[in-house]
């Protein structure tokens, strides 16, 4: 009998082994050369911690809150689409697992079951995330679904405006996956002698382009929850995004699955988070493999991550029980990490736990 992942690495190998190809590589895969994917994990590596030795750490606190929620960790489940890719449950699975993990469940629009039949499938606290099409309506009905269905923020993700070229889904002739919550508003046929694939044509026919700063207020004119922008990289959309009076700014490339060669997540988050100056609260995603990392991000001004893969590995290989399994295994790594490094709880992890390339090369100066 093979023994159980100890880890999320051993989770994303048996998730390989689990799944048709077609459906790993979708998972799996980021954008064209796929550098920044591996950057993301990697720029986590480069970073080093700094323990404090002789603190009391016999009480060790990971809790904590977001946008007034409580949570029992600082880590929040990513918008990512299509999880019946991954189990039959689906995003029902998903939001069970994370429900009883007592924290933040982030549904993406192209989930794979409806709005409808997440937000019946247990009491929890869920934030929606949206693509604003060119048919703004379709928008307008989504976040009022989302509303009257308890959910407690709107996530808009603003790095889209085409598709990233992915490469393993040209290959694959991925076919544009069926996303419930559009049944009824909208419906796009491919054509299968053109190039590239059929998730890029069916983007191109739909994604809006023209989405700038001005639609993020016309966003929050149409509901009263609070509107959260995903997808923020450089200290200047960050200003621009407290100027258009978002409730919450997240730190991410897409998973590197849109523009290949941008900074890894990790790599910027401190300079938004000075640039925001503590008026919202900061989320960061992308390349989040263990508790180690999770403290970093702390370290380094976040209030909590997201974690979008590893999450979709456990559904794979365990169903919901695994999605449980790779929450409880990055809480454990970070109660653990916490302990080790001398912080008992999270306000005491501060900038001076960690040290980045940046530091080291300031040192030698």
């Known amino acids: 009998?093979?023994?159980?992942?100890?880890?999320?690495?051993?989770?994303?190998?048996?998730?390989?082994?689990?799944?048709?190809?077609?459906?790993?590589?979708?998972?799996?895969?980021?954008a064209e050369d796929e550098f920044t994917l591996r950057q993301n994990t990697e720029a986590f590596q480069r970073i080093s911690l700094i323990p404090r030795v002789l603190v009391d750490v016999s009480s060790v606190n990971i809790s904590t809150s977001?946008?007034?929620?409580?949570?029992?960790?600082?880590?929040?489940?990513?918008?990512?689409?299509?999880?019946?890719?991954?189990?039959?449950?689906?995003?029902?699975?998903?939001?069970?697992?994370?429900?009883?993990?007592?924290?933040?469940?982030?549904?993406?629009?192209?989930?794979?079951?409806?709005?409808?039949?997440?937000a019946s499938s247990c009491n929890a606290i869920r934030f929606f995330q949206l693509y604003v099409y060119k048919r703004r309506e379709i928008a307008v009905k989504l976040v009022n679904r989302a509303e009257s269905l308890g959910f407690k923020?709107?996530?808009?993700?603003?790095?889209?405006?085409?598709?990233?070229?992915?490469?393993?889904?040209?290959?694959?002739?991925?076919?544009?996956?069926?996303?419930?919550?559009?049944?009824?508003?909208l419906s796009i046929d491919v054509d299968s002698q053109k190039g590239g694939s059929y998730l890029e044509q069916f983007a191109s026919e739909t994604f809006d382009p023209s989405l700038s700063w001005k639609d993020i207020v016309w966003l929050k004119s149409i509901t009263k929850l609070p509107v959260l922008v995903k997808g923020i990289l450089s200290t200047e959309d960050a200003r621009k995004a407290i100027e258009a009076g978002v409730s919450g700014i997240i730190v991410s490339n897409h998973g590197a699955r849109q523009?290949?060669?941008?900074?890894?997540?990790?790599?910027?988050?401190?300079?938004?988070?000075?640039?925001?100056?503590?008026?919202?609260?900061?989320?960061?995603?992308?390349?989040?493999?263990?508790?180690?990392?999770v403290?970093?991000?702390?370290?380094?001004?976040?209030?909590?991550?997201?974690?979008?893969?590893?999450?979709?590995?456990?559904?794979?290989?365990?169903?919901e029980q695994g999605v449980i399994k790779v929450i409880e295994m990055l809480k454990n790594e970070l109660e653990l990490t916490m302990a080790l490094a001398g912080c008992p709880t999270l306000k005491d992890i501060t900038r001076k736990h960690v040290q980045t390339p940046a530091d080291r090369l300031r040192s030698l100066m």
């Open 1 to 30: 009998m093979e023994s159980p992942p100890l880890n999320l690495r051993e989770f994303e190998e048996l998730a390989r082994r689990a799944l048709p190809k077609m459906f790993f590589d979708y998972i799996r895969g980021g």
């Open 66 to 118: 977001f946008l007034g929620y409580d949570l029992s960790a600082p880590i929040m489940v990513a918008p990512t689409g299509q999880h019946k890719f991954a189990h039959p449950g689906g995003e029902v699975s998903t939001a069970r697992a994370a429900a009883k993990c007592k924290t933040i469940m982030v549904l993406s629009f192209s989930s794979s079951c409806k709005i409808e039949e997440v």
């Open 153 to 185: 923020a709107i996530v808009v993700t603003v790095d889209t405006p085409r598709l990233g070229r992915r490469e393993a889904d040209i290959r694959n002739k991925m076919i544009p996956p069926k996303i419930s919550n559009l049944e009824g508003l």
């Open 259 to 293: 523009l290949d060669y941008v900074s890894p997540s990790i790599s910027v988050l401190e300079e938004v988070v000075k640039a925001v100056g503590g008026a919202v609260p900061v989320l960061v995603d992308g390349g989040i493999r263990r508790g180690t990392d």
């Open 295 to 319: 403290f970093k991000a702390l370290a380094l001004g976040a209030n909590a991550v997201m974690v979008g893969r590893p999450i979709l590995y456990g559904l794979a290989v365990e169903g």
